[in-house]
């Protein structure tokens, strides 16, 4: 009988630890400034600098390029472009967005050329 009463309170010590855990998991602080760069060296160097309030990542280069498969544009609506993501980007992009949600602001900080540029428009989008 007692044996019984002792696995009931570990049984229920566990549950509660549990409970614990998972709302320690989804409960997040807000991260102040997300700063979005194009690779992982430069988002460690740049987050070192930064300090407190900010939080650095990496896009890891292009999320979205246009299909290999099939014509890149749509003829019948002005040409527009048809992008898809890169293959292998998802984690990255549910990572970024993930850490989106909890950002006061989001600071697009790819490099000063065209594809920095592609690439902040395409993080934007």
């Known amino acids: 009988m007692r044996a019984k009463q002792e696995t009931k309170k570990a049984a229920a010590k566990k549950t509660a630890a549990k409970k614990t855990t998972a709302k320690k998991k989804t409960a997040k602080k807000n991260i102040g400034t997300l700063v979005i760069v194009e ?3 430069k988002a460690h160097t740049i987050e ?3 300090g407190k309030g900010y939080k650095v990542t990496a896009s890891q280069g292009h999320v979205r390029d246009l299909p290999k498969k099939e014509l890149g544009v749509d003829v019948d609506h002005e040409f527009a472009p048809k992008y898809v993501q890169v293959y292998g980007k998802g984690n990255v992009l549910k990572a970024i967005k993930d850490e989106a949600k909890y950002a006061e602001k989001i600071l ?3 490099d000063p050329d ?3 540029e592609a690439i902040s428009w ?3 989008q």
Do not use: N
Request: hydrophobic share 45%; aromatic share 0%; charged share 20%.
């Open 122 to 124: 395409h993080l934007a």
């Open 48 to 50: 070192k600098m930064l």
């Open 108 to 110: 697009l900080a790819t």
């Open 114 to 116: 065209r594809e920095g």
């Open 39 to 41: 690779s992982p060296a």
